[in-house]
């Protein structure tokens, strides 16, 4: 995740003042049932394992370790099952760093075919870190392996279903240091952008100490609240929508990750995440640190959320891009 200042004791509280009690509108959530399928519990913690290896020396764009990363990523898109959007699963851009120089950067995107035309929802998280800082491996174990091996799970578990949307499953580059990766997507979907009616992005998604995943989203798009407290009702972890309510400064997350530029552009989004914890953004972000069952059942719980809003009607007209 894009650097975001710690929580401060105030405004946590201030955030449960906002946070959705999990039995509120539960009974109009008449979309949600239990998720069709399961998540392969062995291959996420391969995944998550080797993303975030010292092999892959923190995946920071533009070096070694990202191509390493890279090379992890086509042989994993190829076992989802997904179909590609062109030639391949890779889909470059370029970054101009303020020195002059360009990189390039890679999005990976996967494509599960819908049954209805013109609906798309688009699944985000970021594979890259921020590399090697003195000598250190910021691994970016939670930060975000964790997000890009729950992408990589849900897409699996859906590939033999026939969902609504198309759902396109988007591993993206470049999230650290200003959302480059979502920003190039967003500037130029594969698919119509009229047609995109969500975005999914999960970003640090393995471990909290009070078995708290959150949800990022509802109060910009409130015709959601419905279905994420029927999920709420039944997930194994506490689910808690909140931190998007404007005027709480760093506890608004709304541009914190991949989701921004979705929500910049008008487009609903949902983002899941956990509240920063000691090892964010530091070289003790490592495997050993996540906790194996909070990770399984937060990408159940995701997993759960995309299948409810897949089966939802049209969702309401969107009110354009949000005043700056």
């Given amino acids: 995740m894009t650097m975001r200042p710690t929580l401060r004791p105030g405004a946590v509280a201030l955030l449960a003042a906002f946070a959705l009690p999990a039995t509120a509108c539960a009974q109009q959530a008449s979309t949600v049932r239990a998720p069709t399928g399961s998540i392969d519990r062995d291959a996420l913690i391969v995944d998550i394992r080797a993303l975030s290896a010292d092999s892959m020396e923190g995946r920071a764009v533009g070096t070694p370790g990202n191509e390493r990363a890279r090379r992890y990523l086509d042989r994993a898109f190829v076992r989802t099952g997904l179909e590609t959007?062109?030639?391949?699963?890779?889909?470059?851009?370029?970054?101009?760093?303020?020195?002059?120089?360009?990189?390039?950067?890679?999005?990976?995107?996967?494509?599960?075919?819908?049954?209805?035309?013109?609906?798309?929802?688009?699944?985000?998280?970021?594979?890259?870190?921020?590399?090697?800082?003195?000598?250190?491996?910021?691994?970016g174990a939670d930060d975000n392996a964790s997000g890009t091996a729950a992408l990589l799970a849900i897409a699996r578990m859906m590939a033999g279903t026939t969902p609504r949307h198309t759902i396109l499953f988007v591993a993206t580059d470049a999230e650290e240091g200003g959302l480059r990766g979502a920003r190039a997507f967003v500037a130029d979907p594969p698919v119509d952008a009229a047609s995109i009616e969500l975005n999914i992005n999960m970003d640090m998604v393995s471990r909290n100490e009070k078995g708290e995943l959150w949800v990022a989203g509802t109060h910009h798009n409130p015709w959601l609240l419905p279905l994420i407290d029927g999920i709420a009702a039944e997930s194994a972890v506490t689910l808690r929508a909140g931190h998007d309510v404007p005027g709480t400064g760093s506890d608004d997350w709304t541009r914190a990750s991949d989701h921004g530029p979705f929500h910049e552009a008008g487009i609903p989004f949902l983002y899941f995440g956990v509240e920063d914890h000691e090892d964010y953004h530091r070289a003790t972000d490592e495997f050993d640190r996540i906790d194996p069952d909070f990770f399984v059942s937060a990408v159940e719980t995701v997993a759960a959320v995309l299948q409810a809003v897949d089966r939802m009607t049209r969702p309401p007209s969107r009110p354009g891009p949000p005043s700056p």
Avoid: C, K, M, Q
Avoid at 103 to 128: C, K, M, Q, W
């Fill in 85 to 139: 959007v062109g030639a391949s699963f890779r889909h470059p851009f370029e970054i101009r760093r303020d020195s002059g120089t360009v990189v390039t950067g890679v999005n990976f995107v996967g494509r599960l075919p819908g049954t209805e035309s013109g609906r798309v929802i688009v699944v985000t998280a970021h594979y890259d870190h921020v590399g090697v800082r003195d000598g250190e491996i910021f691994n």
